[in-house]
């Protein structure tokens, strides 16, 4: 048999992974993932890739069986599977001696929601993986309803009167996994992503980086302007602003419901352990507090130079 | 070889890691696995197993556990795992997955009711539930047959012009726990009969998609080649019997087989260890001159309709055991079988053991009197079994 027997199995005669993400791509104009993307493929110089996504917009970046629109090998997942068929992945690629980096792609519903049980598992175990959560604060794919990441008093398809519930905190709870690297990072600081891109590919053990990804689609906000909404966008603006807005849009011009003011953080957080694979024994010392960010309701994380 | 006396999720841990080690000089072996009883014992032993280049993930659920075996299978690694019933449940969707990509994934399940409420005891209806899905299914009736099927398993599954996934079977408490004397093989022959896994189109380097997003006929073009592949079950199983006997000196079950069938007035066809009673209750039958016969379906999907209805020509009363029950239709072993024989024929369903009641002998004795006296065959029927 010389046939593909792997289903919607697709090659493509272009043996460099730069640029990782190619025309014919599926996403949307001024979508912040695919930002994302293009800093991933400047961040992975000549390391090798294997890349995960979940269901998602991701699956629909890649394009139509049989072409590829990435430079790097991507298997799609079922939803809630990210960080486990990584989780095979990376460790065949260390039985092996390979030094393949396997990254997860994964959007918010793909994190915060229905992955959440097997994110919290690989990272529990210290997978050697980097988990990149690309957060547009709505399921983008299915049209943009709520997920536990959208903002308190964002208007969704399914919450027309504003979300009442506050965003997760999926900083804090990545680092109570007391994994070895976790960060934020915005689109409105490349050299700042790129450089934290490059040090989560090189670090062993479970990495996580969340990157807020505006969807001018489904935060029906203007494609060319979704950087500059950013923090340190230059816009002045925040993602609440864009809920506020398209709350108002979609409720008719009535007011959007109040947003309880958050606090900016200050930094991107990120700690390290000594060593990779290394646990803290069960009676050992607890973990080390973060003090870099102020506690209270945080919904949105800002980066910046450490 | 030596005999052990062990249990069946013993033996099917012992074939997987067999398997596994003979793997090191491809891309090892690397399994997820997730506890629920009574597959449990059979993943506490693997994980106690010497592996060389091979990794067994303690991962947080059933779903994880096949995700680990989907990405480790794309990656060129043998992969196992074990459950049961609602594990099988909750690991469905990656289930399916595994199979619409065409990963060589080798399961065993040890076959326990559905709940809630919750009963821990014998039934297929868990995997049956899985009948749709994509993996080729066999059924076992000792511990012997699911050691050995573990290793055909693998052939089988590997097999470029099959590329399955493969779910042995095996029921709860009467072949999980049991212990029996079972001849577990030495590396060196499974060595000999598994060679390295080269899967074709496995994830490396070059820059593909495994399971994009597809149009209609792309996805009629993939259910094609996955239905012939199915149908170039019988053909492979074939070759890997007689590779099997070749190397072990034994040789595995068909997909369907007779007991004392030949000139049966009445036949009993069943699955799994509820096919172990109806040969005694055969002998039994026999003895007083009634001409019984069983007929054990040991390979579920492919669904063996050609076998079955060779073995069904000139029966005239056929009763069809089934361990599980289709809510709303009746036995699925029935459903699947009732039209395979001749015109006139009874095929009369009976749904028994469900929720492990114990079969004996003396209830299949009933069920051959109770389908002799039929003239026609009736709405299937729902006998208690007790325990």
């Known amino acids: 048999m010389s046939e593909s027997v792997l289903t919607a199995l697709a090659e493509i005669n272009c043996p460099a992974a730069d640029p990782l993400l190619r025309p014919g791509n599926g996403n949307c104009g001024g979508c912040g993932m695919s930002t994302a993307l293009q800093f991933l493929g400047r961040a992975m110089d000549d390391r090798r890739l294997q890349i995960v996504i979940p269901a998602s917009c991701g699956a629909i970046t890649v394009g139509p069986f049989p072409y590829s629109a990435m430079g790097v090998p991507v298997i799609l997942s079922t939803f809630g599977s990210a960080a486990s068929v990584a989780t095979g992945m990376s460790q065949v690629a260390r039985l092996n001696g390979e030094g393949t980096r396997v990254v997860c792609w994964a959007g918010d519903g793909g994190t915060y929601d229905i992955g959440m049980a097997s994110l919290s598992g690989a990272a529990e175990r210290n997978e050697d993986i980097l988990y990149v959560c690309y957060d547009n604060e709505i399921y983008g794919n299915t049209g943009g309803q709520r997920s536990s990441a959208t903002p308190a008093g964002a208007a969704t398809t399914n919450t027309p009167r504003g979300k009442v519930e506050q965003k997760k905190d999926i900083l804090g709870i990545m680092s109570a996994h007391r994994i070895p690297y976790a960060a934020t990072l915005s689109l409105a600081h490349p050299q700042d992503a790129i450089r934290k891109m490059r040090r989560a590919l090189d670090l062993h053990g479970f990495r996580f980086l969340h990157v807020l990804a505006p969807c001018p689609t489904g935060w029906k906000s203007e494609p060319a302007l979704g950087i500059r909404a950013l923090p340190g966008g230059g816009g002045g603006g925040r993602a609440q602003a864009h809920h506020q807005r398209r709350a108002r849009l979609l409720r008719g011009g009535a007011r959007a419901l109040p947003v309880a003011p958050a606090p900016v953080p200050e930094v991107g957080h990120h700690h390290r352990r000594p060593a990779p694979g290394h646990r803290a024994p069960l009676a050992g010392p607890a973990p080390a507090q973060r003090t870099d960010r102020p506690g209270g309701a945080r919904t949105l994380k800002q980066s910046r130079r450490t | 070889m030596a005999g052990q006396l062990i249990s069946a999720n013993h033996a099917a841990a012992l074939g997987a890691a067999l398997a596994g080690r003979a793997n090191r000089t491809g891309r090892g072996f690397c399994s997820g696995v997730y506890p629920i009883t009574p597959s449990t014992e059979c993943m506490e032993l693997l994980c106690n197993q010497e592996i060389e280049k091979g990794h067994v993930v303690r991962v947080e659920s059933e779903h994880s556990a096949m995700g680990v075996c989907i990405g480790a299978s794309a990656s060129g690694a043998r992969t196992f795992t074990t459950s049961s019933s609602n594990g099988i449940a909750y690991m469905a969707e990656n289930l399916v997955a595994a199979a619409l990509l065409r990963l060589p994934v080798v399961m065993v399940a040890a076959n326990r009711t559905l709940g809630p409420p919750w009963n821990v005891w014998a039934d297929h209806g868990d995997t049956l539930m899985l009948r749709d899905s994509g993996w080729i299914q066999l059924y076992c009736a000792d511990n012997q047959e699911v050691l050995d099927s573990v290793l055909c398993a693998y052939r089988l599954a590997e097999d ?167 809510l709303g ?45 039929r003239a026609a065959a009736g709405a299937p029927v729902l006998m208690e079994a007790g325990a």
């Open chain 2, 160 to 326: 470029r012009r099959i590329q399955l996934p493969v779910l042995v079977c095996q029921e709860a408490f009467v072949l999980s726990h049991t212990m029996a004397q079972t001849e577990v093989p030495g590396q060196e022959q499974v060595d000999r009969f598994l060679p390295p896994l080269d899967l074709p189109d496995r994830i490396d380097g070059t820059p593909r998609v495994i399971g994009g997003v597809t149009v209609p006929h792309a996805t009629e073009v993939h259910r094609a080649q996955h239905q012939e592949a199915m149908g170039r079950v019988w053909e492979v199983y074939r070759e890997v019997q007689d590779g099997f006997e070749a190397e072990f000196g034994r040789r595995p079950a068909d997909p369907v087989i007779p007991y004392r069938a030949d000139d049966a007035d009445v036949l009993v066809v069943s699955m799994g260890t509820i096919a172990s009673t109806v040969e005694r209750a055969v002998d039994e039958a026999r003895e007083k001159g009634i001409r019984l016969g069983g007929l054990r379906v040991r390979t579920f999907r492919p669904f063996p309709s050609e076998q079955l209805a060779a073995a069904f020509r000139g029966r005239r009363r056929i009763a069809v055991l089934d361990r599980n029950i289709s």
């Open chain 2, 329 to 373: 239709f009746g036995g699925v072993l029935w459903g699947e079988a009732r039209g395979l024989a001749d015109p006139g024929a009874v095929v009369q369903g009976y749904m028994i053991g469900i929720g492990g009641g114990d079969v004996r002998p003396g209830h299949v004795l009933a069920i051959a009197e109770d389908v002799a006296s």
